[in-house]
């Protein structure tokens, strides 16, 4: 198996509504498996990426929003064992505990650092003692348990990711990437599929949902049909319905990608349109996702994995324009020409959390994407000499992350403030 294919199968992984409410119910039910008896506090620490994130998220099997319900629901029902997807199955009366915990003031949040790098640290207080569970690095990757100040598990956490990584995806230049997509054996690949299943059922949850506004509209946009002749306007409703699904908390799973679900639908959903409207074959479209995949996670090793800006639109916008060079027959220049427009274009776009907002975020990053193929494909693209992009298409991917981190802790700082000003904790 290709070196790029175990990459892309690492990195895949279900998710259950927006990842970070995931990961911090993971974190504290983890912990809670350590802490036997009645829970009487959980405390959380979190890096700025996680604390924005799931600050005003919606949560699977909830009505609330946000870390503290989150982190009370996984001290009452999350089961580790399912990951991201520990918040299936919540039952009603769980979901109410929750809340109970959350209104008497049982749960307690801190923001640790302003850092692009994940940080989670659960701590749970119970009647049969304590235990604290570190998350770095990954959503679910745990580094360290301690049983009453006692530690029990320990391993070494990886490097940061961003200015200086020595990532092995940061070794290929897009035309190797490219090659590889049009190379590697189907049958290597044919896991992919699995993300289209999954992101289109998500949509699907979207668009009957009485929650979902996003959807609604672009449906209609689209003349009712979720598949019409309009290659772009299936796009964006296939892409942002399934977006608006997951930052509202609806009960079906995101195939995720560099541990963000809107990655995963975004570096999928508008490709899977364009193969139904187009009528590409499985195969064009299995290999155009596979570099989508690959794009995506060459910038977002560069920004970090939570950041100021919005990785969702840029990398997996990013990954998604090239994609559809590939199912149009371009070549590797009209990628990097693609690469051009999007980082000359949409880079520096922030992200202020999982919200409403993701959904709007997803329709400018199809519609630019879409705009900056359609030029490229005709030789129009923003020159390297301008602005962030440069001679090659690997070093204009760089100075995109690098607009993340380390150019927008900044950013990261004011909009943790302002959510704050919005909302005392």
Sequence with gaps: MHELTKLIRQDMRPALGVTEPAAIAFSVAAARRHAP??????????????YKNAFTCGIPSSDELGNFHAAALGAVGADPEKGLECL???????????????????????????????????????????????????????????????????KESAEPSGEGSSALIHSYTLKQLHDYALSVPLEEIRFIQEAFQLNYALCEAGLSSRKTRFSRYLLEKNGGRIISEDEQRTASLL????????????????????GSGAHGIIATMPLYAAAKVRSYSEEQLLRATALSFLVCMYIKEYSGKLSAFCGCAIAAGTGMACGLVLLRGGSTRQMAESINNMAGSITGMICDGGNQGCTMK???????????????????????VHGINAVTPEETMRNMGYIASPGMVGTEKTIVDILREKRME
């Design 362 to 384: 997803g329709v400018v990053a199809v519609d630019a994407a879409w705009q900056s193929v359609e030029m490229a494909m005709q030789d129009v693209f923003i020159d390297s």
């Design 239 to 258: 892409c942002n319905a399934a977006i608006e699904a997951r930052v509202l908390g609806l009960s079906e799973p995101a195939m995720s990608i560099t």
């Design 37 to 50: 008896g009645i829970v009487r506090r959980v405390t959380l620490r979190l890096n700025s990426g996680i």
């Design 88 to 154: 299936k199955g919540i039952s009603p009366e769980q979901a109410e505990s929750a809340r109970a915990m959350v209104k008497a003031g049982k749960i307690r949040v801190e923001m640790s650092e302003i850092s692009s790098r994940i940080f989670i640290e659960a701590t749970v207080e119970s009647t049969g003692g304590s235990a604290c569970v570190t998350i770095r690095d990954a959503h679910t990757k745990i580094v360290r348990i301690t049983e009453n100040g006692r530690t029990v598990f320990e």
